[in-house]
């Protein structure tokens, strides 16, 4: 089992850029996919990217593609998910999750585990 810890969520400007991170507990962190979600009230959640186990292989929503970047650290027990031009449309709360099996996906009922949650808003 793995716990997830997100950290780093704020208030930012429209075309700005912010870093969440996810903090996992364990010594089984890079036996996981990881991948980022988000919701913003009253819409379902959202898949934004997730990330293989060794850190080779991203995949990304459309609506993020070329603006978020997501990477991790196995020593560290952690992934990240880099934010830039931010927009608007981009407010939600962002949530990370892992998946125990190898395959990269993008729908939330394929994730085992899944953190708190933390809020990024994003002003225009």
């Known amino acids: 089992q793995v716990q997830l810890v997100e950290s780093g969520g704020g208030l930012v400007q429209a075309g700005g850029s912010l870093s969440v991170s996810c903090a996992a507990s364990?010594?089984?962190?890079?036996?996981?996919?990881m991948g980022w979600f988000r919701q913003a009230p009253g819409k379902e959640r959202e898949f934004v990217g997730a990330?293989?186990?060794?850190?080779?292989?991203?995949f990304y929503a459309d609506s993020v593609k070329g603006r978020f970047t997501i990477s991790r650290d196995n020593a560290k027990n952690t992934v990240y998910l880099q934010m830039n031009s931010l927009k608007p449309e981009d407010t939600a709360v962002y949530y990370c999750?892992?998946?125990?099996?190898?395959?990269?996906?993008?729908?939330?009922?394929?994730?085992?585990?899944w953190g708190q949650g933390t809020q990024v808003t994003v002003s225009s």
């Open positions: 999750a892992a998946d125990r099996g190898y395959t990269l996906n993008s729908g939330p009922y394929k994730y085992d585990y």
């Open positions: 364990g010594r089984t962190f890079s036996s996981y996919v």
């Open positions: 990330i293989s186990r060794n850190g080779a292989s991203t």
